[in-house]
Structure formats: C-alpha cells, structure tokens
C-alpha cells in the first residue's frame, strides 16, 4: 500500500522544480496563474527570518531585534511572576508547542527557583470560552497586590491586530491588570508586550496605553500567521520561558540550508513531501495522523495541524491532519487505524533520548499486577516496544508509516523541526498546485459571526 522506489523517481523532477521555485521565492509562478495567488507571494518571509534575525543580531547585538526581544524579557521577569500570553492560531500554537516541547513538564507548578527564574506562562485569548477566562482571572486576581514576584504581565500577540478573541481578551485582562496595579495605567503598561503588526488596531491601543515602542515587536510583513513561529510571535514567550532563542534560530537555519543543499535522495523534506504527496493524490490517503510519540509534543502536531490545514486545504484539495499522542491514543484510535478505511497515512514523531533519566518498572512482593516479568525494563523500553508493536501490526495489515526521529526535544531540535514542517508545507503546496498562503475560507464564519453580533 505504500509508495514505491520507482513512484518516488518518477516524481523526483517535479519535487526538485518545487525545491527550486521555493527558494527562487518564484514570484512570477503566482502571478502566471500557476499557483492561484490567494495572498501575496510575499509571505514567502519566512524561509530566510531565521537567517536575517541571526545575521542582524551578530551586526548590531543589543540594538538587534534579538537583542531588543531579550531585553524586555529580562526586564519584565525581573517584575512579574506569571505572564498571559494572548493570541489565537499562527499567534499562538507555535509558543504553546515550544513550552511543552522545551520546558519542563508541570512547569508552571514549579517553584520560580526551579523555573530558573522565569515567569509562569499561561494562554488565553485563544478562545471565547467564559469559564476559561474567567478561571485565569480568578487566579491571576487571588495573588494581585501581595508581594512583587507575584504580579503579573501580558504579552499580546495579534498580527492584524483585529481578531476578536485576542482583542476581547486584551481589554479584558488589560482592565484586570490595571486594577492590580491600584488602577496606575502607566505601571500597567510597563508589564504589557505587544507583538504585532507596524500598524492597525493593537499597535494603536498599545500606543494609546502607554506601551513602549522599544517594547512593542513587530510580526514582519510577508510572514503569515502560521508561518511566524519564527519571529517575534515565537520568540518573546520563548525568551520569556528562559528558552535560548539564538539555539532555537540556528536550528531553523540548519533545516534551511540542508533544504538548500541536500541532494533529493537525502533532503529531509523533499523525501517527506515526496512520500506524503504520493499517498494523497495516488492511494486516496486523504488522512494524515501526525503520531506524536511523546506527550511533549502534543501542541507540535496541533502546530501541524493548523499549518496543514490552513495552508492546503483549498480547492477541495489538501490532506486532513490529525494530532494523536501514543501511546494514550492507541487506547482510542488504534482500532480504526488497524481496521478502519484505508485514507490514512501515520506520520511517527520519535524522541530518541527522553529529559529525564530512564524510570524502570520496580520489582515489587506484590506481584498481582503480573509486573515482576518486566520488573526492570525502563519506560523508553517500553516505548520503544509500543512503537515496534504498533508499526509491526500496521505493517502486516498494508498500512503505510513514516518514522521521523528527533533526538530530543530541546530548543534546537525544536526549530528544525518547525522549519522543516513549514517548507515541506509550501513545497507540497507547489505539487498540489495551492498557494499555501492566506485562509480566504475562514473569513466566511467570521463575515456570519459579525452579523449575528450587529457590527
Ligand atoms: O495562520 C494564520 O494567518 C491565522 O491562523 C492567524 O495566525 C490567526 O487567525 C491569528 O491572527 P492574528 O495574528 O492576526 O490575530
């Protein structure tokens, strides 16, 4: 059921004229009608940001972008305890997949010693949901005004500046901190980074608040939402979560020159466009289960998810993604995926050295639980063995599987690993014939929504 060698060649000459339309950032190719040109080709941005934030920050240091974003982490840690991170989809998913990722498990339940210092981190504005907030505020309100460590900022992460559960959100937790801050708007303002566009709604309310322009960061024109996890989107939480942001770029930056310089045979994302490309439009499999091997990296297959769908799902086109964490979802999924219809691909996302030191399974007297046989084996044995179990059963039943080993999930590895998601999205985009910028299709709900509510 899987693709062949012989596929595969047979496809290498359109994938290598992808490759090289990519990084050409082959304007002409959109406006030739070759590739529909939904949004500007522009938003191409993203593949060279790693590279100009790095370059820029070896040239001018403090006064970089880089050298700004690490400032203002530095200062508002140095006030604040917890920080709200606002924002929804692209100005959200990615920093909430690199906290999983990259920082501890529970590690907002750590002490602020234990978190090194840096702040707890918390995401809202990325729903409507009233209970949600209103829990966050609640116990945002319960530490306000007791000792300075245990005050509270914002950063506020919207592109256009205009969405609306970021936007509500902002006023909402906005007037909260102004309250905590004994209704001092100015003091207020200090514990506020904005990230956003060089104009619109939020770079003017950020102003009108007294944000300063030396704090606020912009989302660079030509960047896509889904596609800036790269810029200061991504990088003012990480800095804030005490994540090396220079690693984290220079790992992206590696995936880009191996893209660049990879012969096809070995390039790590033209095989996966390749494989994945081939099992949509040949094998009808429509579905791609993003299997993350590792609880770290639930929010990294959502990430995914969003890319994927937002990007290619266009013109009745574009595989459907689907995030599952083993070995959890094998316990509610793994019988459709034995047996169920034959539409899916299983993408394994594999960690090969775990944080922690391997925890075995204890000898016990107690041996009712029938344990004692693998009294011993560690749980990355046992891991190990899930993953060979279940690609074992896949296999005998025809069902195809891609294996992608990261080596851990720190910083580094984590920018490759975004990097290459993004550019093996926009080379798939260029097989399939979609321009995977813009979301023209989600403007729909919105115009409705707007409506209903009498705007
Ligand atoms: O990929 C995209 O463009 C979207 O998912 C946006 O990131 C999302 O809608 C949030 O937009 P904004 O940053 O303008 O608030």
């Not at 926009?426 to 399939?432: A, D, K, M, P, S």
């Amino acid at each position: 059921f899987g693709v062949t060698e012989t596929e595969l060649a047979a496809l290498q000459p359109a994938v290598v004229q992808a490759q090289k339309e990519v990084l050409e950032a082959d304007a002409k190719a959109y406006s030739s009608g070759k590739v529909p040109a939904e949004k500007d080709p522009l938003d191409h941005g993203f593949l060279d940001l790693p590279d100009r934030l790095l370059a820029e920050y070896q040239e001018k240091r403090a006064e970089s972008e880089l050298g700004r974003i690490m400032t203002a982490a530095a200062k508002l840690r140095e006030k604040v305890d917890r920080v709200v991170v606002l924002g929804i989809g692209g100005s959200y998913m990615g920093a909430k997949a690199l906290m999983d990722a990259c920082c501890q498990p529970y590690y907002n339940e750590l002490t602020r010693a234990e978190r090194g210092g840096y702040p707890r981190i918390y995401f809202e504005g990325n729903n409507i949901d009233n209970d949600a907030s209103q829990g966050l505020l609640h116990l945002l309100g319960t530490q306000q005004g007791t000792t300075p460590e245990t005050r509270w900022g914002i950063v506020v992460i919207s592109k256009s500046g205009e969405t609306l559960e970021t936007a509500v959100a902002f006023r909402q937790f906005t007037a909260a901190l102004v309250k905590s801050c004994g209704g001092d708007l100015a003091k207020a303002a200090e514990l506020i980074i904005p990230v956003t566009g060089v104009t619109g709604r939020l770079a003017d309310l950020s102003l009108a608040l007294g944000c300063k322009p030396e704090v606020t960061f912009p989302v660079p024109d030509g960047v896509g939402g889904r596609f800036s996890i790269l810029s200061a989107v991504g990088l003012v939480p990480a800095a804030l979560m005490g994540l090396d942001i220079l690693r984290l770029l220079q790992g992206a930056s590696l995936m880009t020159k191996h893209f660049r310089e990879a012969k096809p045979d070995e390039n790590l994302v033209l095989q996966f466009v390749s494989v994945c490309h081939l099992m949509e439009t040949r094998r009808m499999a429509n579905l791609r289960i993003l299997c993350m091997w590792s609880k770290a990296l639930e929010c990294a297959g959502l990430w995914y998810d969003q890319l994927l769908a937002e990007s290619l799902g266009k013109r009745l086109l574009g595989a459907t993604p689907l995030t599952t964490v083993n070995t959890r979802d094998l316990h509610s999924r793994a019988q459709q995926h034995q047996q169920g219809r034959r539409d899916k691909l299983f993408v394994n996302v594999i960690v090969d050295k775990w944080r922690f030191d391997a925890l075995p399974v204890g000898k016990s007297d107690f041996d009712q639980d029938k344990l004692n046989d693998i009294a011993g084996k560690t749980m990355p044995e046992l891991m190990t063995a899930a993953i060979q179990g279940t690609n074992e059963a896949y296999k005998s039943d025809g069902r195809p599987t891609i294996d992608l080993h990261l080596p851990t999930t720190d910083v580094t590895v984590m920018g490759q690993y975004f990097q290459w998601l993004m550019i093996a999205n926009v080379v798939e985009g260029r097989l399939l014939g979609i321009n995977p910028y813009g979301q023209p299709g989600v403007q729909m709900y919105k115009g409705a929504m707007k409506r209903i509510l009498g705007r």
